[in-house]
């Protein structure tokens, strides 16, 4: 059976530091890796995924995560963030013909001034 | 561009009562999904449809009941509502294989129940 972990269920920093969201998943069959992003009063939006090939993915708003198949981890890092990243971020897995996606509990991302 | 539009936002019900929440997405996806968010436990599938005229059980689906009315709509019933049914209640599609391409999100559906 599929899991997501989120390590941190809330992450405090600083306006212009870097900041590392972390997720580790559990799966007996190759699995497609996802970060959505929910703000404030609104649905999740997809910020990058991953499917196959290099494992270091690029997605909005200057976001990446680097997917480690060793570790079975896809963490989700920015070098500078600003005020409007404060969000809840949702790291997901999937497999292909799946309809059964699963979300791990969330971290919420406070950028603080 | 509507996307994935959810009614009501907001909805209070006592025990026992009933409620449809309707969903309706102008993309032309075939997939569609229902999913619960809880605190602490991110979000939950309840039910989904592949396609038009199909829906499956999700992880969560007791207390639930959903009709794919076409390939637009995929509405959500309470029969009877729970004070453990209290969650945010978010509609989404899909379209092309539904594991590797993303889900599009509505805005939510809040729901109480006293």
């Known amino acids: 059976a599929q899991s997501v972990t989120q390590l941190d269920s809330q992450v405090p920093v600083f306006e212009e530091a870097p900041v590392e969201l972390r997720c580790n998943y559990s799966?007996?069959?190759?699995?497609?890796l996802f970060w959505y992003v929910q703000y404030p009063n609104q649905g999740l939006q997809l910020l990058l995924k991953?499917?196959?090939?290099?494992?270091l993915v690029k997605g909005i708003n200057g976001f990446e995560a680097e997917f480690n198949k060793s570790q079975t981890s896809f963490h989700l890092r920015k070098p500078s963030v600003h005020i409007s990243d404060t969000a809840e971020y949702f790291c997901?897995?999937?497999?292909?013909?799946?309809?059964?996606?699963?979300f791990g509990a969330g971290t919420r991302l406070f950028v603080k001034a | 561009n509507a996307g994935v539009t959810q009614t009501p936002k907001f909805q209070v019900l006592k025990t026992g009562q009933s409620m449809t929440l309707q969903c309706a997405q102008d993309?032309?996806?075939?997939?569609m999904y229902w999913y619960r968010q809880d605190p602490g436990m991110g979000l939950r599938l309840i039910y989904y449809?592949?396609?038009?005229?199909?829906?499956d059980k999700g992880e969560v689906p007791n207390g639930y009941n959903v009709s794919r009315l076409n390939k637009r709509e995929f509405s959500l019933r309470l029969e009877s509502a729970a004070p453990s049914q209290t969650s945010v209640y978010f509609c989404?599609?899909?379209?092309?294989?539904?594991?590797?391409?993303?889900?599009?999100f509505g805005s939510g559906t809040q729901l109480s129940v006293l």
């Open positions: 989404a599609s899909s379209e092309g294989d539904p594991g590797r391409e993303k889900l599009f």
């Open positions: 799966s007996s069959v190759s699995v497609y």
């Open positions: 991953y499917l196959s090939g290099s494992t």
């Open positions: 997901a897995v999937s497999y292909t013909g799946g309809f059964k996606t699963i």
């Open positions: 993309m032309n996806h075939n997939s």
């Open positions: 449809s592949a396609s038009e005229g199909t829906t």
